[in-house]
T-cell receptor
Framework: QKEVEQNSGPLSVPEGAIASLNCTYSDRGSQSFFWYRQYSGKSPELIMSIYSNGDKEDGRFTAQLNKASQYVSLLIRDSQPSDSATYLC????????????FGQGTTLQVKP | DVKVTQSSRYLVKRTGEKVFLECVQD?????MFWYRQDPGLGLRLIYF???????EKGDIPEGYSVSREKKERFSLILESASTNQTSMYLCASRKDRGYGYTFGSGTRLTVV
C-alpha cells in the first residue's frame, strides 16, 4: 500500500462545476496535510494546508480532513479552465524529520 | 513571500561531467530538500538537510551528493552525470517541521 494515494485521473469537469479531488494516507500519526497545484512544466505551488479535522476554506478552495478515515480532499468551486493542472496531496511522515510524502497527483481538466 | 531560486532553468550536460545544481532561499528556512520528478514516477526525494553542514539521504541518493555550507544555499552535485539522470530537479525549503514546502522553479537537466 502506498503511503499517500490519489487517483491519477484525468478528472474532467465542466467550467463552473465543483471539482472534488481525493487523497488517502496510510500513517495514522500524520499531523500535517497539504495540497499543491502543478501546471505542466512548472514546479508545485502550495495552495492549501490543513492540520485538524473538518473543513478549511480559502476563496474557491476548501480542504477537508477526516483523520479517522485517513482521508483528505480538496474541493474547487466554480472551476475555471485556469484550474486545469495536476494536484498533489502531501502528508507529513510522523518521524523526527517530518518529511512530506507526496501522492502521484490527480490531473484535473476543466472544459469551457 | 519566500523565494527559492534555482540557478538554471534548463541545462544540457555530457555523460561523465560533474554537474552542480544550486539552490538559494531568502527566508532563513531551516530545512531544504532536493527532488527529481519524472513522468509516472512522481516526486522522489534525493537528499535533504535540516541544518547547516547537515545532510541526510533520501530515497534515491545514488549518484548524487549535496553540500550545505551556508543556511540559505543547498547544492546538488551529480558526480558523473549519466543519461538516466535526465530529469526535472526541484529544490524546496520550509521553515520547520509542520510547514509546507516552497519549491523553486526547477531545473530541467538533459544528459547527452
Amino acid at each position: 500500500q502506498k503511503e499517500v494515494e490519489q487517483n491519477s485521473g484525468p478528472l474532467s469537469v465542466p467550467e463552473g462545476a465543483i471539482a472534488s479531488l481525493n487523497c488517502t494516507y496510510s500513517d495514522r500519526g500524520s499531523q500535517s496535510f497539504f495540497w499543491y497545484r502543478q501546471y505542466s512544466g512548472k514546479s508545485p505551488e502550495l495552495i492549501m494546508s490543513i492540520y485538524s479535522n473538518g473543513d478549511k476554506e480559502d476563496g474557491r478552495f476548501t480542504a477537508q480532513l477526516n483523520k479517522a478515515s485517513q482521508y483528505v480532499s480538496l474541493l474547487i468551486r466554480d472551476s475555471q479552465p485556469s484550474d486545469s493542472a495536476t494536484y498533489l496531496c502531501a502528508v507529513n511522515r510522523p518521524s523526527n524529520t517530518g518529511k512530506l510524502i507526496f501522492g502521484q497527483g490527480t490531473t484535473l481538466q476543466v472544459k469551457p | 513571500d519566500v523565494k527559492v531560486t534555482q540557478s538554471s532553468r534548463y541545462l544540457v550536460k555530457r555523460t561523465g561531467e560533474k554537474v552542480f545544481l544550486e539552490c538559494v532561499q531568502d527566508m532563513d528556512h531551516e530545512n531544504m530538500f532536493w527532488y527529481r520528478q519524472d513522468p509516472g514516477l512522481g516526486l522522489r526525494l534525493i537528499y535533504f538537510s535540516y541544518d547547516v553542514k547537515m545532510k541526510e539521504k533520501g530515497d534515491i541518493p545514488e549518484g548524487y551528493s549535496v553540500s550545505r555550507e551556508k543556511k540559505e544555499r543547498f547544492s546538488l552535485i551529480l558526480e558523473s552525470a549519466s543519461t538516466n539522470q535526465t530529469s526535472m530537479y526541484l529544490c524546496a525549503s520550509r521553515k520547520d517541521r509542520g510547514y509546507g514546502y516552497t519549491f523553486g522553479s526547477g531545473t530541467r537537466l538533459t544528459v547527452v
